[in-house]
């Protein structure tokens, strides 16, 4: 199993040339230049793309993403759905063919409201794209795994939780972004995750994400060897930020590759 790091930030993420002494991060630092949040699964061969940020387009660019099989969306919230349109490629490479594209209830609705003339099964042209929408399910068998979901608080909207387990390894990574608690029930569908992936907005409270030391918290409750922080606003400085998380909690940044 292979996660990659598309984007760790948010649309409050905008590094800021003018702040307070101590406020913010260092511009100087790579890792502290992040564009909006989503994650790449490769999963027993299997390769699935959780959300699309406005700059989805040059991640793929970035990191050399040439090939979704599925697409789940875990809300309809802008810095997540709306570089959808640049899917089109992967409909070419899926044969021409609708990708299929998994969300709530919420993020169909959304994905209708914004992308009507993309709901089909074929492009019109090629070069188009096509989204053959289908309601998430609790578990979604896959070819290389099972991926379980689970709705999350996050203000006005519940966000999809996933947990992705590949069938080959049992290797299981559960990622839980933009919530602001992880309650019982997604505990329960990721225990005995070997990577926990969790929202940490902020040092200071917001009413739908998690700050970091919530953030922070629930990871060491929820018990996994490793855990990632993503989500991140210019508030949160990477390197000066790590250095007082616990040794098994690391701040995710773009570009970054885990694999186990």
């Known amino acids: 199993m292979e996660i990659v790091f598309l984007g ?8 800021m040339i003018a702040q307070p002494q101590g406020e913010g991060c260092d511009l100087d630092n ?11 699964v490769e999963m027993g061969g299997h390769h699935i793309q959780v959300d699309a940020a ?15 099989d599925t697409f ?39 994905i209708r409201q914004i992308y009507p003339y993309a709901i089909l099964e074929k492009p019109l042209i090629r070069g188009y794209p096509a989204f053959r929408l289908e309601l ?20 006005a909207v519940e966000v999809l939780g996933l947990v992705f387990t590949e069938a080959e ?24 995750s070997d990577v926990v992936i969790l929202d940490g907005l902020r040092p200071n409270p917001h009413p739908s994400h998690m700050t970091i030391d919530e953030a922070t918290q629930t990871a060491q409750e929820m018990g996994a060897p490793l855990s990632f922080l993503t989500h991140m606003t210019y508030m949160v400085d990477h390197d000066r930020t790590e250095a007082v998380l616990p040794d098994n909690v690391h701040l995710a940044y773009d570009g970054l590759r885990v694999s186990w």
């Open 136 to 155: 998430m399910p609790k578990t979604l068998e896959l070819p290389g795994g099972t991926v379980e979901s689970v709705l999350l608080p996050h203000g």
């Open 8 to 15: 760790t930030g948010t649309s409050q993420g905008v590094p």
């Open 169 to 192: 390894t049992g290797k299981q990574c559960a990622y839980y972004t933009d919530c602001k608690e992880v309650g019982e029930e997604a505990r329960l569908i990721a225990e005995g």
């Open 30 to 40: 790579s890792k502290n230049w992040r564009t909006r949040t989503s994650i790449h």
């Open 72 to 110: 789940i969306l875990t809300h309809g919230h802008a810095d997540h759905i709306l570089g959808m349109d640049d899917l089109r490629r992967f409909c070419d490479l899926n044969g021409g063919n609708a990708l299929p594209v998994y969300s709530s209830e919420e993020g169909l609705q959304r």
């Open 54 to 68: 406005p700059e989805f387009r040059m991640q793929c660019i970035q990191n050399g993403l040439d090939r979704i």
